[in-house]
């Protein structure tokens, strides 16, 4: 059971354009149909959550029209780099020194900035408690999830490098707020879906990924399968073949993840863009309800309250 103030945090990963967006973005009209005030975010430069949705996609939270308690925002590299970088600056005008500042400036133009960057903003959000619910289109890898292990902060390494100077009070709140999201992230609220088509690559690929993840003690909870053709195809010699190769993949993963993990997503007759067609899907997806398949408790939760 969950206390009525718990986070919960869906997040959808891999490989590309195996149809993560769309079942992102399904889930995430879903959880707001359920009641929960939920935010839809991606990392996705060409904006499919926007395509799927039919709506403008930005840096800030918007509300999605006709989805009540459905808002969606894209954390935007370029962007957060740039607000990174101006609030780092700003924060050391106030402590250092002009030719300190210029050091500080070069060590902010390198390439990694962009990655600590993006990952404050992943922080920002998955910690947010304006959202019950935050499903996030595209998981942060192993590799990027690590950032969470450093004993140093990217501010503090800069300081030390720069100037010298040891840790300080935001490095202090910065631990803190990441003791906080590593409680989260590998808590029962927290669920990682990877998305794959019964195919070879996308299930190697996925396979990795999962076991990246696991090195930073965060699991895998549900395989959706994606595509999958119908026994309708049999009579077709072409599909039918398709559809017994899918089942031979499909009867191999649920040696590796029970029913309650594995997920089937039939292949759609027509793309999946706009809420009608969202709502179609989901009768597929969700026809057990949003919880169930998520394994989340509203019993004792007045989420709708928030809405």
């Not at 292990?149 to 503090?156: D, I, V």
């Not at 070879?200 to 076991?211: D, G, K, M, Q, S």
């Amino acid at each position: 059971m969950f206390p009525p103030n718990v986070k919960r945090r869906i997040f959808f990963s891999g490989k590309g354009g195996v149809g993560k967006t769309t079942l992102a973005t399904a889930t995430a009209v879903a959880g707001a149909g359920a009641g929960y005030r939920t935010l839809l975010v991606t990392t996705d430069p060409a904006a499919h959550t926007g395509w799927v949705l039919e709506t403008t996609v930005d840096t800030v939270p918007r509300p999605v029209a006709d989805v009540p308690g459905l808002y969606v925002a894209r954390i935007d590299p370029a962007w957060e780099t740039a607000e990174y970088q101006r609030k780092v600056l700003e924060e050391a005008a106030h402590h250092y020194p002009t030719d300190t500042l210029l050091r500080l400036q070069e060590e902010l133009a390198s390439p990694c900035t962009e990655e600590v960057a993006v990952f404050h903003r992943f922080l920002d959000l998955l910690l947010s408690d304006e959202w019950p619910l935050v499903v996030f289109d595209t998981a942060p890898t192993g590799h990027t999830l690590r950032l969470l292990e450093l004993p140093l902060s990217y501010r503090q390494q800069l300081s030390v490098k720069v100037a010298g100077l040891g840790p300080t009070e935001t490095d202090a709140g910065e631990v803190a707020r990441i003791a906080d999201a590593l409680s989260l992230l590998r808590g029962p609220s927290t669920k990682m879906a990877f998305v794959l088509y019964p195919e070879a690559t996308p299930i190697l690929e996925a396979r990795r990924a999962i076991a990246e993840l696991d090195t930073v003690g965060i699991h895998a909870t549900h395989v959706m399968v994606n595509h999958v053709l119908p026994e309708e195809v049999l009579a077709d010699p072409l599909f039918g073949a398709r559809y017994h190769m899918q089942q031979q993949y499909l009867e191999r993963l649920r040696k590796d993840f029970p029913d309650e993990q594995m997920v089937t997503v039939p292949l759609m007759a027509h793309d999946v863009i706009g809420l009608t067609a969202v709502h179609e899907l989901n009768e597929f997806v969700f026809s057990e309800g949003f919880d169930t398949l998520w394994g989340f408790s509203m019993s004792d939760s007045a989420v709708a309250e928030n809405l």
